[in-house]
Each structure stands twice: as C-alpha cells, then as structure tokens.
C-alpha cells in the first residue's frame, strides 16, 4: 500500500517536471526585443532554475523512498528511469546556467574547488582591456553583523562598485548575491534598477555602517569571549589571544583609544584566564598604575607563545598536530576482561563455561572528526555531508560565530535555529540557501530519524556520552585454556549517558517482567533480560532472600579478574524459581539459577513511552512493563530456547519484537525509527506544569484502569534498613535522617533563589497585610514550640553551606482548620545545579490504598474519623541533616515588612519539612516502626492506625462500646511519640456526646461550621451519613467565555470520583477530551464552536449534581443472611467498563447495593465491538480480584461476572491459546480470576454512556428469580 502510494507521487512529480522542462526550452528560445527586455528574460529564466531544483530535489527524494521498498530485481530498472529524469534536468539546469552569465555578461561565478563556507570566488574580466586579467578576489557573505560590514564593503566596493564596466543593475544584482540573513531582507523589497541599487547601499550603510554600532559590536564581543580554564589548554589561550587583538585591532582603526575602555575590559579578560596565569599577571603588575588593556595582550601573547614553544620541543615529530572534537567517535574505552570456568564438584574431567553479563557499546560514528587542512576536495563525490562536515570543522561556530566548534556550541536549539534564519542558512547542511533548495545527501538525524534538520539542531539532542567500565550487556566470549577446565573471556565497556531515562543511547535488550509468588501468597514481580552469550542464567541473592528460595546444588566457578593471571576459585549456589507471565501465569517456566550477589551496576533502559505507543499500534504486547531499570534475573543459553517463539515482528530498520511466552521482547537501536513511517500521539510544549502524557491514559489499554498486581521495588528493602539504622527516639519523639542518595552531588547552598523568592513574597504581603500576621504568626509559633531554631553565625559565613529553602503561601478558606499554610520548595534550584529534592530518595509508598480505605469505611454502622495536629512536624530531623532545612524570614516580630535594609535572618527547621521530597514516607515510617512497640497490647487499635493515609484516620466499627475503647487507645498510643490526634468527628451522637465529656477534641459538625466535612476528598454528612461531592469549585466557570483544551482538562480533573459513582456524567467529558486530542487543538487555543457548546452544556448540567447523594453504608441492617458480588460489564464504540454491586440476603428478601464503577474509552485506533466488551470483562475480572482482596467475607463461590457479548463468553469459554496474542492474554487473565456468567435477559448496554443519572443504577438493580445466572461454578 506504501509503496503504491509513493509511485503514484512519483508519477504526479514526473508529470509536472517534464511540463517545466519544456517551459524551460521554450523560455531559452525566446528573443530580446523590444516587449521583452533583458532584464525580463534574466529575472524569468532565474525564476526557473530555482523551481527546477526543487522540483529536481523532490523528484530525488521520492525515487530514493521508492527504491527502499521495491524489490531486488525492479532495482536496475528503477534507477535506468529514475537516472534518465535526473541526467534530463542537470542539463537543462547547466543550459539556464550559461545563458544566465550570458545575459550578466560580465562576472562569472566560479564554483570550483576553491569555494569554501562562506564565500564565492569571483573571476573579473573587462570588456575594455580583455588582455588585462585581474587576480581572484573573494567576496565573503554579509549576513548582518555589524562588525564585519566594514570587511565585507571594503572588498565589495573594489571587485563591483568601482567596476565601472558593470551596469548598476548587475551590480545590484552582485550585491543581493552576497547578502545572507537579515542584510539580504532589508534590500529584498527593492527590484532591480539603477535607482535602487544607490538607495540599497544607503540603506545597508545606514543601518550596518554606523560608527557607534560597529563599536559596540565589537565591544560585545570582547566581553562574550569564551574562558580558557586552564593554562595548559595552549590551543585556547591561542584562540582567547587572537580574538582579543582582533577585535582591539578593529576599534583602533575606528578611532577607538585603548584607554577609553582599558579599565572596564581588563578585569572582564582576566576573570577568563586560567587562575595561574591571572595571578602571575597581577605579580608583574604595579599595584598604583591603572590597567591597560595593551599591556595585557602583550602579557597574553609572551605566555602563549612561550607555551607554544615549549609544546614544539617537547613533542616536534607533533607540532603541527591540532586539537580535534571526538564527540561521538567510536571508541572501545577500557576494558575488562573476565575468565570463568565451571566444573561440577562430583563430575571430575567434565569441562563446561558460565559468563556473566557484559556489553560493550560503542558510541556513534561523528560527522565532525576530520580538520579543514586534512581534507580533500573531490567534485565527482555524490553522498555530500561535506556541507555540515566544513562548517562543523572550522574553529568559528556557525551558530554565535564565537571561536569554538559548533558541536559545542551552549546555545539552545530555538537560539541555534534563530541565529541560522537571520544568516539565511539551510537547516540541513548550513550553506547559504533555504532548507527545500538543499541537494545535499545528508543523512537523517541521528536523534529523532527526520531529514528536515542536522542533528545539531534538534530538540531531542543527548546528552554528550563519556566511557566507563562497567557490565552492561552480552558480549563476544572468547574461550582460554586454564589448566583442566575451559574458562571464557569476555569484554566489558560501557558508556555513562546523561539523558534523564535511559544509561546508554537508545539500544534496547531483549527485557522481560515475570511474576513470581512467595509463600505467604503474594505475588512479586521481577525484570528478566535474556543473554545468549552466557551459559548459565543468574540470579540476585537479594531476590532469593526475599522469596526464600532453597539452595538445590552447588557449582564452582573460576574467576580471573581484569588483568591478573591466577584465579580465585567459589563455590556458587544453584536455586530453582518459576517465572509465571504477567498476564496469564499459566505461561511459565520452571529453571535452575546461578545466585550471584550482583549482574550488573548498569540501569538496562526500559521502552519509552513512545515505543510502547509504536508497539500497540502494531498490535503488539511487550513484555518489558517494569518501571525499574535494575536486572534482577539473567537468563542464558540453557533456557533461551524455551521462552523465545518462532515469530519476529521487524518495527523498524534496526529494532525488532521477538515472540515468547512472556510477550514480546525489544532488541536493538529505538533511534533508528523513521519518523515518517510511524504514526504516534505525542505533543510537545514549553514551561508546561501538566503531565501532558497522562491524558492518553484515559483511552490507552496499558493503563486499565484496574491495575493488577505491582511490581515490588528490590531497592525498598535497603531504604527501609537504613531508615531503621538512623532512627532514635528520645523524651516520647522520633528523631531521623533524610534519605540522602548514594550518588548524590554536593549541594549549591541556593541562597540567591531562596533570597529572591523572599523579596518576590514580601511584594506578595505587603498588599495583604492580614496574610502576613497570619504568616509571621505561623514562624514565630514554630519558633515558640522548638519546631524551628535561628542559626546563630554571620549571615555572610552561612550563605555557601547546606541548602535554603524557598518558601510561598497557600491559603484554603474552604478547610475548618488551617487556612493558611508555610510551603516550602525544596525543588528550586539554579541553573545546572542540583536541587535538595535531587539528592534525595523519595523512598517507597507506606500509605495504604486510598480506594480501599473509602471502600471499607461504607461497612462499619458507627464510622468515625479524625486526623493528626501538625504530623509532619511531630517528627525530629537528626542535627547534621538540619543545614539543609534552612529558610530566611523577616527579623523583627510585627507588621515590618522593609527588607530594603537587609532586615533577614536564617533560620531552620528540626522537624521533617513539608515540601521535602522523603517527607510522606518518613511520617509514615515513623507511624509503622512505633506501632510495632503496641501490636500486642493494642492489636485492634494498631490495625487500624496501620490504615492512617498520611495524617488521617477513617475507619468505624459495630458498636459503640468498641469506638469509645479503640478511639482511647489510638489516642495513647500516638500520644507516646508526641502526635495528638484530634478534631474526631462520628455519625453517632452518642458516641459524640461520650467524647466531649472525656475531653476529647471534637470537630464541629457541617452546619456549625458552614464548612462540609471531607474524608479523602469526598463531603462526608456524618448527620444523614450520606456521602456527596464537592461542585463549589465548579461555580467560577458558570461565565465562561473562553474555552480552551487547557481549561476542559482541568475542569475535569476537579472532579474527584474514586468510587466512579459518577461515571455515566464525567465519561462524556472523557470522550470530549478524545475528540480535542484527534483535532490536535493547541492547548491554549479556543476549541470549535461544536465543542464550547457541548462543554458547557454539560457545566451546566452539574448543577444536578449538588442534591446527588449516596448512603454511606452499605447494609442498612446487621442481621445478614449472605452477601454476594455482582459484577456488569459492558462497552460501546466509544468506551467501555464495568460496574459493581453487593447483593445482601435478608431474612425474607434481597437488597442490593451500590459499591463502584470503572469506565475507560475505546482507543484512537479502532477495536471492534467484541474485543472491547472482553476489555470490558477484563475490568470486571481484576475489579473482583481486587474487591475481594478488599472484603475478606467474599467468597469465591459468591462472586459472579455478568455479560450480555455471546462472543465474549465464547472465547472465555474456549481454550486461550486458540486466540491471537491480544485475546488469548486477556482471556487466560480473566479466566484465572473467575469464569463469567451471562444473564438470560439483563441488559445494561448504556450503563456508561447513559445521558441522565438514573436511580435505578445507583440504588442497584433488582433481578426476578428467572432472570438469574444460567450457570455458576
């Protein structure tokens, strides 16, 4: 189909080419007369040779795209006709050439070998003295720099203003031809004529030539020049010297003195010496005499020259050997070697090897590794990087024309593509002509596959890459005899890569997650990486410690270590696992593993994000779902063969997906991928807060919505025994550190930043003096109770050490509580520093799950809830850990808000910081290890103080007799470690009537305060002991007239639904969100008119949704016969999910009971209707999975799954293995968790996309006793 499509291009392009090629003849016949002067033919025929490179360009283009995809024996055929095109237009495009410098008639452009970046060599001639040849005179390009105007028209005016031979208009017209950038647009307008041409080189002196721009042109770049760190770097010092004296140089001859600008250049120069040399200048120096900047270039000049010398006699068989830029040239770095050789104790004479794993990466091939001098101009060449190779190897940078390799250039891609407009520079190999006149034959971007640009220009450039050593991937084994038994070698090298996801490049290894279930019943979920190069597969004994694995067998290795040639001989233990697949865990394979204390130190890149969107659009499954980079089991050649399949599926060039029983497994290069051949959702945005990638995920299938189970993080371990070693706890408080990172840097103080963001806050203050004596109170309350200290030294002496914080306020008038609270930013950081929060692991998630919590909290009759005062701040920090928790505020107490005197002071805090990135986990961590001293004496109390979600408490019980004991012991227990938990509120006025004559702090009830009570964000009427939702917020977009991408995303994201009670009114906002992602609406543009309609239809619409409410419990009487789950899936075209109920026996009748919902939509690339009701199923399957880890009194056997898709019971039913990839992965899911039934008449098949919130399905539906299930297991 591709393929077709480019031919028919192809056809179009050569049928529009030939019809200009014709034109051409006729144009070149044409005679001068007197209607068609010229000039006129001139100007028509220069028309057309531009149209012809273009639309010879094209036609170039399309053949290479259709010689890529035809076969091998169209091949010949293809290039004869495609040649006999390209042989047609070069000469007609030669023919236009010659009749062009005959109407010139005088200048002839001479492109031979001696044209270099800039400049065209020009061979003058005169009509009057032909025996007279003049020599070649180079014209270099004027692009609008001012400081080499007076260059460019020195020489302009001597080779064609003062040819008096020349007309003015071929003069004008040699003029336009060497102008680039902005000089060339401010003359654009002007046609050709004699009058034209005076007023063109007025105006380009006016506006370039004017003395006083000069100067400061030059003096800008005197003050720009780049620093030379170090005074053995002879080759920049040259450069910073040469530099210096041109520009001097230049402002004498402008009439400039040295001693008008001596004493503000000289320090700017010094400050860009190397130390060493900036000290023996200023040794030499009379301390009384005022700096001279002549004396200080001739200080320059003798120490560059002397180091030049000195450079000559040390190395002269090298002296004219130059510095070269070896950015991406490849290189095998250091290598280790390792030999390992493996015979089994009790089989004496058996040879046999085992290799860990090793890699070695070579970096990419560099354009720009050859010099100017060294290269060899060849005309007859076709592939021409060249382009972009010249400039790339000229000392002068292309893009700030400092003296620098371009390659190196710190300006930023917008600054760079900038700078190249303004010079009227090609984007793909930087000459002088616009990107679709281009005929260069570069290649395509190394970094995101388009030929649109030159890989220096683009916006996903990487990071610079330096070598390492270090194991990272399966590399050559090269056996070697060592005594009885065969040992292998094998090469290790590794690169380090900057780039935030990934450690080196873009290559991709065949990774895979497996589940792998422990003893007491859980699963956990383990990165595997399969290398043929060993083997013996391996194991992490951290792994085998956490699932208690037994030791089945013992083996020995040898191991000769980089460069030593004696061995040291241990004994490995070998332990059996079974990898289970994360989809279908009847995919799996039992092995036998080597247990090793480590695989490899390297982070093995997961998929991105953009390869995964590849992969589903192929239709493809990976493997690798790992948020974690580290390899905790490698398989070798004596498994391979039983988890690898027979298909392959080819992405791109270099990058395939191999079959296996756990998905599909990536191998290769990801940046190999043409973007043109690859359609994917993506956007790209500048200083945006929102994580824009997350809007997929309500119609992408990798995220669900109901996940299954995650993946256990190997490094939680460590943290948590860490956390366990530097904590104490003293007079009733804990007291820790911060969860420093091994790796971390050394921190920049950020004191500037935090001190700007003070000033910015007082501005901020001083127009609300109310919020600042709410704020100064908040700070000198802390300082009252010890939770803040002042640090007691010169500000001056405490500036440069531990880290400030910067810090804003946050005010919520809607809270009970506090309204106003101190947050602090312990992200900020300066440019190309590190930031507090980098430094530090954010440790793992303690919080219980948030939708279980509101699950069980509808089960108790007597609910209650309540928080803890200040948490975070009950929690002490260690003293060395203090620097970094400083701040600076206002010194004196009261309304001063006058920081113009430096009235500041530090302080710092003792207590864990809210805004510090491990905050949430050290409150929680604290909470676990204190209630470990109670689980005997409190078990009830403790269990349920187990359940806090960060500083809240929602739980209940059966009666009141238990609330009033439980509520007293969780009260003690916190009580020991200092925290208070307080504002209880309950939906028992008993049970509230009994803690206000105890004494225990009660929180007023909804209509006391004029606040609603909130639990986990959902309004909570403990009075009616309904449950409700907030729309307050929604009360400021009733007037909206402007309605943007922006705004409908927020809107929706307001509304908080865990439960999914709202399902069937948010999921038409889901839709809508699809349809603005399909249009590709910019973010900050008005949506169609369409759209803003339906939007605020549906804003309107919420209005009904402030008398909605739900009970709170879910049986309203105690004496239960049964409880069954119930559980309706659905879809429709544009989405699908599944809805759950309680189905509770009575005595004498039945109730059902609303429990939660969950709802996706249908993804962009369109599923049929049968494969979204199975992923309708799928939902049901894992939400009962998960409601019954919820609910312990469900039973399997009361568990049932409704569908009204006899297609989806029909592969359910079948074998999984019957199906292709996409169902035969879901089905074996679902029929792991539990087989699905299908009602004889029950149909709910607008249960989602229904337009009103009908009663009837929040309340639960009501079956009669012939409309039940027709079969249960």
């Not at 102008?179 to 004699?194: P, R």
């Not at 256990?712 to 804990?734: A, C, G, P, W």
């Not at 009971?1153 to 494969?1171: C, D, G, V």
């Amino acid at each position: 189909m591709e393929l077709e499509r480019l031919k028919e291009k192809r056809k179009g392009l050569r049928i529009s080419f030939t019809k200009h090629l014709t034109k051409i003849e006729t144009t070149l016949g044409k005679e001068i007369a007197a209607g068609y002067t010229k000039e006129a033919k001139l100007d028509e025929l220069l028309s057309l040779k531009s149209q012809l490179t273009e639309k010879l360009n094209e036609l170039i283009k399309t053949d290479e795209s259709v010689q890529l995809k035809i076969e091998i024996s169209e091949m010949a055929a293809e290039i004869a006709s495609s040649e006999e095109y390209k042989d047609k237009g070069i000469d007609l495009k030669s023919k236009l050439q010659r009749q062009i410098e005959l109407l010139c008639d005088r200048p002839q452009i001479n492109t031979s070998s001696q044209s270099t970046d800039n400049t065209d060599t020009i061979i003058l001639s005169r009509n009057e003295t032909k025996s007279v040849k003049l020599p070649k005179l180079n014209i270099q390009t004027f692009h609008g720099d001012c400081s080499h105007f007076l260059d460019f028209w020195n020489s302009f005016e001597v080779a064609i203003h003062k040819n008096d031979s020349l007309t003015k208009i071929e003069k004008f017209t040699y003029l336009k031809t060497y102008l680039g950038g902005i000089a060339l647009n401010a003359v654009s307008g002007f046609s050709l004529s004699d009058q034209n041409y005076d007023a063109s080189i007025k105006l380009l002196k006016e506006r370039f030539g004017r003395t006083d721009i000069i100067i400061s042109s030059h003096m800008h770049k005197l003050l720009l020049i780049d620093s030379v760190k170090s005074c053995f770097n002879v080759t920049g010092l040259r450069k910073m010297y040469d530099a210096i004296e041109t520009q001097i140089r230049s402002l004498q001859s402008l009439g400039v003195a040295t001693g008008t600008y001596s004493n503000l250049l000289c320090p700017v120069i010094l400050q860009k010496l190397p130390e060493e040399l900036n000290l023996n200048y200023n040794r030499q120096r009379k301390t009384d005499e005022l700096f001279d900047i002549t004396n200080l270039v001739e200080f320059i000049r003798k120490e560059v020259e002397c180091r030049e010398a000195s450079l000559l006699l040390a190395n002269p068989k090298n002296s004219n050997v130059k510095e070269y830029s070896f950015r991406n040239k490849t290189d095998q770095g250091y290598q280790n070697r390792y030999h390992y050789s493996n015979t089994k104790r009790n089989d004496l004479g058996t040879k046999s090897s085992a290799a860990v794993l090793a890699t070695q990466v070579d970096e990419k091939n560099s354009y720009y590794h050859k010099h100017e001098s060294n290269r060899k101009f060849n005309p007859n060449r076709n592939l021409n990087p060249s382009s972009a190779d010249r400039l790339m190897s000229n000392q002068k940078c292309i893009f700030c024309l400092q003296n620098h390799m371009s390659h190196d250039c710190s300006q930023s891609v917008y600054e760079k593509k900038k700078s190249l407009m303004a010079k009227g520079k090609c984007f793909i190999c930087f000459q002088n002509h616009i990107r679709k006149f281009c005929n260069s034959n570069y290649q395509k971007c190394k970094y995101c596959g388009s030929f649109s640009h030159n890989s220096l220009i683009c916006e996903n450039e990487q990071s610079e890459s330096k070598n390492i050593s270090a194991p990272v991937e399966a590399g050559n084994l090269i056996p070697r005899e060592n005594g009885n038994s065969t040992a292998t070698m094998v090469s290790l090298s590794a690169k380090e890569n900057k780039r935030k996801n990934s450690v080196y490049g873009s290559i991709l290894l065949q990774t895979f997650s497996a589940l792998v279930k422990t003893k007491p019943g859980k699963n956990i979920q383990l990165r595997c990486m399969l290398d043929g190069g060993a083997n013996k597969s391996f194991i992490l004994r951290e792994v085998v410690e956490l699932l208690d694995l037994k030791v089945i067998n013992k083996e020995a290795l040898v191991i000769y270590t980089f460069g030593s040639e004696t061995a040291e001989k241990r004994i490995y233990d070998i332990v059996e696992i079974t990898l289970q697949n994360v989809q279908c865990t009847t995919r799996n394979i039992k092995m036998q593993a080597v247990v090793i204390d480590s695989i490899t130190s390297a982070k093995i890149r997961i998929p991105s994000q953009f390869i995964r969107n590849i992969a589903l659009e192929k239709g493809i499954e990976l493997a690798d779902n790992s948020t974690s980079e580290r390899i905790h089991v490698l398989i070798g050649s004596d498994y391979i063969s039983e988890i690898l399949g027979e298909r392959n599926i080819r992405i791109s060039k270099r990058l395939i997906a191999a079959d296996s029983i756990f998905g599909y497994l990536l191998q290769g290069k990801e940046e190999e991928i043409d973007g043109k051949d690859i359609s994917a959702n993506h956007l790209i945005a500048e200083n945006e807060e929102l994580d824009f990638d997350r809007v997929k995920d309500l119609w992408l299938l990798e995220t669900i919505g109901i996940n299954s189970d995650k993946e256990v993080s190997m490094s939680d371990k460590e943290i948590l025994k860490s956390f366990e070693q530097n904590t104490t706890y003293t007079n009733k408080r804990y007291e820790t550190r911060l969860l420093w990172k091994e790796d971390s840097k050394e921190l920049n103080s950020n004191y500037e930043i935090a001190k700007r963001r003070l000033f910015s806050l007082n501005k901020t203050l001083e127009k609300n003096k109310e919020l600042f004596l709410k704020y100064d109170n908040i700070i000198r309350e802390h300082l009252r109770d010890g939770i803040v200290e002042r640090v007691e030294m010169n500000l001056d002496q405490n500036i440069n050490t531990g880290y400030f914080l910067p810090h804003h306020a946050v005010v919520r008038e809607q809270k009970d509580s506090t309204k106003v609270r101190i947050v602090f930013d312990a992200s900020s950081k300066s440019k190309g520093a590190l930031s507090l929060n980098d430094c530090l692991e954010s440790g793992p998630n303690l919080n219980p799950d948030l939708l279980k919590i509101i699950l069980r909290f509808r089960l108790h009759k007597i609910a209650f809830c309540a928080d803890i005062q200040r948490a975070f701040l009950e929690v002490g920090i260690a003293k060395e850990d203090r620097e970094f928790l400083k701040f600076l505020w206002i010194k004196k107490e009261g309304p001063n808000l006058d920081l113009s005197t430096h009235n500041i002071e530090t302080l710092r805090y003792k207590r864990v910081t809210f805004g510090v990135k491990c905050s949430p986990f050290l409150l929680a961590a604290i909470i676990r290890l204190h209630l470990e001293k109670y689980e005997k004496k409190y078990a009830k109390a403790c269990e349920m103080l187990n359940e806090l979600y960060v500083d809240d408490l929602i739980n209940g019980t059966s009666d009141i007799t238990e609330a009033i004991q439980l509520s007293s012991e969780m009260i003690y227990i916190l009580s020991e470690a200092s925290m208070n938990l307080r504002r209880w509120a309950t939906n028992s006025p008993i049970l509230n009537e009994v803690w206000k004559r105890a004494n225990v702090d009660c929180r007023e009830t909804s209509e006391e305060l004029g606040v609603p009570l909130k639990i986990l964000g959902i309004i909570w009427d403990n009075i009616n002991d309904n449950l409700t939702f907030d729309i307050k917020q929604f009360e400021k977009l009733r007037n909206l007239e402007v309605v943007t991408k922006r705004i409908i995303l927020s809107t929706q994201g307001m509304l908080f639904d865990p439960i999914g009670i709202m399902n069937p009114f948010t999921v038409r906002m889901k839709l809508l969100l699809q349809t603005i992602w399909e249009l590709g609406i910019p973010w900050d543009e008005c949506v169609p008119s369409e759209i803003k309609a339906t939007f605020i239809e549906w804003l309107n619409e919420i209005e009904v949704l402030r008398k909605f409410e739900i009970p709170r419990l879910y049986f309203n009487e105690v004496n239960w016969e049964s409880v069954e789950l119930h559980l309706f899936s659905d879809a429709s075209p544009k989405c699908y999910g599944s809805v759950a109920y309680f189905r509770i026996k009575y005595a004498a009748r039945y109730v059902t009971s609303f429990i939660m919902s969950k709802s996706r939509l249908a993804p962009l690339k369109k599923l049929t209707l049968p494969r979204l009701e199975l992923l309708g199923a799928l939902i049901s399957a894992r939400m009962g999975h998960y409601l019954q880890d919820t609910f312990p009194m469900l039973k399997r056997e009361n568990i049932f799954y409704w569908s009204d898709s006899q297609i989806c019971i029909h592969r359910i039913k079948g074998k999984a293995d019957d199906w292709k990839q996409f169902v035969r992965n879901r089905v074996s899911e679902i029929k792991e968790k539990h087989p699905l039934i299908l009602p004889t008449k029950s149909r709910l098949s607008q249960l989602l996309i229904i337009r009103e919130h009908q009663r009837l399905h929040h309340a639960g539906k009501t079956w009669e006793p012939d409309n039940g299930p027709i079969a249960s297991k």
